[in-house]
T-cell receptor, first 112, second 117 residues
């Protein structure tokens, strides 16, 4: 069975600092992995997805994630945080039938 | 391009009252459709999904039901709301099954904030 664990329910960084949001997955089959962002009172927006084409995946808004099979990880990074990056971020793994299993989310705060 | 709509955007209902939330998708055909609930401070819980008209699968036994009367319409209902039904309800769609069922991402609607008093 697939599962996702996001380490840290809250992460705070200063503007311009590196953003690192952690995601570990469990899957008995090669996974499809996704990162979504949610701004307050809005739906989820896809940041990027891993579909086995390349281990380093670039997404929107300057985010990227690296798939590491040996570590069962798919951490999300951004070199320089911007105030507009403050939001909640969800990692998800696809399971049978295309359904998604989401992590509990990480709330990112960006300090000026 | 494809768009997904949900309404209403916000809803305040008394305990015991009925519920109907609607989701429609434009610009695609035969999508897979999903209803999620997001309780305060928690992740997303998949409630129902549908691969076609009249085909509904329930993930969690509960006070809610879903229907898909048309290809691009998905409705979430309840006959009698409970306090625990409060939350943020999200509808999502995905391109229909392909050779790699999990390959395609889900696209989410703007959500409905439900408060049951």
């Amino acid at each position: 069975a697939q599962s996702v664990t996001q380490l840290g329910s809250h992460v705070s960084v200063s503007e311009g600092a590196l953003v690192l949001l952690r995601c570990n997955y469990s899957s008995s089959v090669p996974p499809y992995l996704f990162w979504y962002v949610q701004y307050p009172n809005q739906g989820l927006q896809l940041l990027l997805k891993y579909t086995s084409a390349a281990t380093l995946v670039k997404g929107i808004n300057g985010f990227e994630a690296e798939f590491k099979k040996s570590e069962t990880s798919f951490h999300l990074t951004k070199p320089s945080a911007h105030m507009s990056d403050a939001a909640e971020y969800f990692c998800a793994v696809s399971r049978q039938g295309g359904k998604l299993i989401f992590g509990q989310g990480t709330e990112l705060s960006v300090k000026p | 391009s494809q768009t997904i709509h949900q309404w209403p955007a916000t809803l305040v209902q008394p305990v015991g009252s009925p519920l109907s939330l609607e989701c429609t998708v434009e610009g695609t055909s035969n999508p897979n459709l999903y209803w999620y609930r997001q309780a305060a401070g928690r992740g997303l819980q998949l409630l129902f999904y549908s691969v076609g008209i009249g085909q509904i699968s329930s993930e969690v036994p509960q006070n809610l039901s879903a229907s898909r009367p048309q290809d691009r319409q998905f409705i979430l209902s309840s006959k009698k709301l409970l306090l625990s039904d409060s939350g943020f309800y999200l509808c999502a769609w995905r391109r229909g099954a392909s050779g790699r069922a999990g390959y395609n991402e889900q696209f989410f609607g703007p959500g409905t904030r439900l408060t049951v008093l």
